[in-house]
């Protein structure tokens, strides 16, 4: 005899219940999501009692037919999902056909749908899944549900819920992310007969601003970020809005909402140094990614999402999040008088001198990390070095300041360079080459360049903007080069295959041999052996964080397409010097180390 029988309907939606229906809140999302799915331009959400006595959701939506009014409230049945594979091309908030039945296992529900097509609607009232009434009405188009004593017959969950204040907290909290995520849809809120939210259908800034409250608009800096892998865009709080809760802080993918500490990780990164530990940046993040690259399915209430290559998300994440404060002027703008009396090689003078970019262009560099500014002193210009910091020691802002000697400093230049008959140099604009550096008479003495150290900045700002856009230009090699790898940098390679794919590393792996049949074309032939081995070791480095992998990969790949670098004509030095001045970070490599130096007359004088 068998014993083991098959549970009642009803049994099973109850159970089913208890995963998807914890509370007031969870019947608000799944009921609004279903709105939303049905095309509505109009939400309604009427409560009262926080849920306990009323929650009532109605759209202008596509509404049911008859027979859908009470197809709806069966298990398992959902207009949203055909064939298994539409499960990884879901663009719709529900697909698995269990919210109403679920509701409908454990409150009192009545429906009134209509087509637009039809005079008639539906009036269907549902009682522990049985259905009480079925009716032909009059009504509007669209869907109006009214769910009443939610957990009649649960007395467990009833009695577990929290007071009123917490849980509207959470119904509030619900209609927000759904609000949201859809700027296009008015929607409105009201509790036991008092508005609290009438939100217009509009662009989304003026939905960001009405959920994160008054005077918000101002404190908002736009980010938007489009890759091959993924698309963000949405708003983050300038670090001066920061707040001593947590609450401003939403992700979205494909317009859903979803919790994530990993990525809340890389936003936190990115306003390291700016807001004190006690405070939470807020953001409003939406990402747009291929949806057969994430899995919405592993969580049955959907905030947790699984996605392919959160790697890389996180590095752009946080990139554009960077980015963004400093293009928002976040960092402190330098205040630079002297600007007209700066003093560059003659010669590079002849042609439109191009500024520092760093006075006129506030831009802040992505991919260095930001410090605190308290050690400020001085001027602008040494406090923004201090804060544009790259996680090393900064070169002592002397070296700027001799570069960038001021007028009265070199007041008796004249007499000096006259001395040291260095006037018909400049006025011929020679650069002295060496193979490791390129010398050029100025102002206040002798400039010296590094010729690999400014390269290697010029490559690594040039390539990292670019990366973050697109895969960097790779060549395929007519012989695949073979490297021996140990089994932990096999593994390695293969976590990180997609970045070294983006750099431009085109790679399989067998038998603990990596083969590598395109490199990114930067780099020479001949390097190609010690930049595998360096971004090896990058790889191998634990302290590096997950999200300045990409950096690091990029910062040792530029490093060694620079490392024979030579400058052999006047015209090159011309060029690599203009370069270099394009970059914010002129003075340093890479690596913080400096880049230039003057000699000063003083200096060269004091030798004799
Ligand atoms: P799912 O959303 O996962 O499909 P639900 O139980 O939430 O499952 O809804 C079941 C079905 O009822 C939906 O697939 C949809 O066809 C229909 N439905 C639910 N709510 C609405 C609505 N507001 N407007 C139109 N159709 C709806
Ligand atoms: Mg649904």
Redesign the pocket.
Known sequence: MSVIQLLPEHIANQIAAGEVIQRPASVVK?LME??I??GATQVQLIIKDAGKTLIQVV?D????SPE?AVK?FQRH????LKTADDLFKLQTK????????SIASIAHVAMR?KQVQVDTGTFIEVEGNTIRTNEQIVCAKG?SFEVKNLFYNVPARRNFLKSETIEFGHIRDEFERVALAHPEIKFTLHHNGQEIYNLQAGVLRMRVASIFGRNSNERLVPIEEQTNIVSIKGFIGKPDAARKTRGEQFFFVNNRYFKDSYFHHAISKAFDGMISEKHYPSYCIYLDVDPAKIDVNIHPTKTEIKFEEDRFIYSILLSSVRQALGKHNIFPTLDFETETSFDVPSSFRKTDPVAPQITVDPTFNPFQSARSSSTSSGNGFSKALKNEGFGQTMPSTEDWENFYQIEEQTSNRGDLSEDLGLHEERESGSYLLHDRYVFSPTKSGLLVIDVKRAKWRILYDELISRFIHQALDSQQLLFPIEKQVSSSEGDLWKTHDKLLHQLGFQSSLEDGILYIHGVPSVLPEHAIDACLDSLLSELQNRDIDQGDVAHHLVKRLTQNASKDAVVRRPEEAQALIESLFQCKEHAVAPNGKKIMHTLSLTEIQSNF
């Open positions: 799944e279903n709105s799915d049905s759209d939506g596509t509404g049911m859908d709806c049945a959902t207009s949203k529900g697909f698995r056909g269990e919210a109403l039945a749908t869907t």
